[in-house]
Nanobody, 121 residues
Framework: QVQLVESGGGLVQAGGSLRLSCAAS????????MGWYRQAPGKQRELVAT???????DYADSVKGRFTISRDNAKNTVYLQMNSLKPEDTALYYC???????????????WGQGTQVTVSS
């Protein structure tokens, strides 16, 4: 099994910054892509940003230029630096990882429990 644990959420004023972290642990052979998604009340979960094991990144248009995704492969950790936050960024942020597990040598998708980000106007 693989566990993803997020941290770093909180309450911040518009224009402020937060840094989310997500650490993966367990039966990990290698992690392929990692990413952040978010879900606001009454809305579907949406992609925020992804990063491959090689460091290639992709962002939702709504966060380009404000958010930066990065990862530390040695620590099996992915980060999301969020700057110039807006009230519409308020959501529950989830970490995702595509993991080759040691027990089956197959890739599976895993999700964290989510960390709340609230941006006040």
């Amino acid at each position: 099994q693989v566990q993803l644990v997020e941290s770093g959420g909180g309450l911040v004023q518009a224009g402020g910054s937060l840094r989310l972290s997500c650490a993966a642990s367990g039966s990990i052979f290698v992690i392929n892509a990692m990413g952040w998604y978010r879900q606001a009340p009454g809305k579907q979960r949406e992609l925020v940003a992804t990063i491959t094991s090689g460091g290639s990144t992709d962002y939702a248009d709504s966060v380009k230029g404000r958010f930066t995704i990065s990862r530390d492969n040695a620590k099996n950790t992915v980060y999301l630096q969020m700057n110039s936050l807006k009230p519409e960024d308020t959501a529950l942020y989830y970490c995702n990882a595509n993991v080759l597990v040691t027990t089956t040598l197959r890739f599976y998708d895993y999700w964290g429990q989510g960390t709340q980000v609230t941006v006040s106007s």
